[in-house]
């Protein structure tokens, strides 16, 4: 986004930032854009109130939206409680709509929303951030129809991230099915590319007949 123009970035998240993402705020801000880090978490609604009511106060106008937040807590259904699944629907689901509540009045350029390919393909074990996924993708076709304008993204695997604390059977598993890691550049390919009212399924880098192909 700050290689497109834009000069004012809030980052938020639950936790500090780690060593690599210091050095990537320590980098943007060295080209001129101006990163706010700010401790919140998105599925509490008082928080977001409070977030927004800063940017507000002390920064330019909002305009955009990614909200990227999201758990793993991987495991049978049957070794499952409520409490484990709902810490994983919490930051898709509660994270989208109070983002959403808070935004609906606003002029946004976009509002991106990181879903996972898991919503569409099965992956074993991973039952809750699948249904997380899946239901922040209903919750976006909530807001469209509420004149809101949403992008989700179903995201494949990653070669950074999440995916690298997935165990080496999912991973085989995916390799199987024909999944190849996307690398950290391919993240704004389907950002540029849809038309207004279109959502893309992807990317998912896919081999196939011994060639690497790409699902959008």
Request: glycine share 8%; aromatic share 6%; no cysteine.
């Amino acid at each position: 986004m700050v290689n497109r123009g834009a000069r004012a970035l809030v980052l938020v998240s639950r936790r500090q930032p780690s060593t690599d993402a210091v050095e990537t705020i320590e980098s943007l801000q060295r080209s001129g854009a101006s990163v706010h880090v700010k401790h919140v978490d998105v599925s509490k609604r008082d928080e977001v109130e409070a977030l927004f009511e800063e940017i507000d106060r002390t920064l330019p106008p909002l305009r955009g939206i990614v909200h990227a937040a999201g758990v793993n807590d991987d495991g049978v259904l049957a070794d499952q409680t409520w409490e484990r699944f709902a810490g994983v629907l919490a930051p898709k689901i509660a994270g989208a709509v109070n983002l959403d509540q808070q935004s609906r009045s606003r002029d946004l350029d976009f509002f991106v929303m990181f879903s996972s390919v898991t919503s569409v393909i099965p992956a074993a074990g991973q039952g809750s951030y699948a249904a997380a996924n899946a239901a922040s993708r209903r919750a976006r076709s909530r807001a469209q129809g509420l004149g809101s304008s949403w992008l989700s993204v179903n995201w494949g695997q990653w070669s950074a991230g999440m995916a690298e604390a997935v165990d080496d059977r999912t991973r085989r598993r995916w390799i199987e099915l024909g999944m190849r890691p996307l690398r950290r550049q391919a993240w704004n390919r389907p950002l540029r590319a849809p038309a207004p009212g279109q959502h893309p399924a992807g990317p998912w880098r896919f081999r196939l007949t011994g060639r690497s192909s790409w699902a959008a």
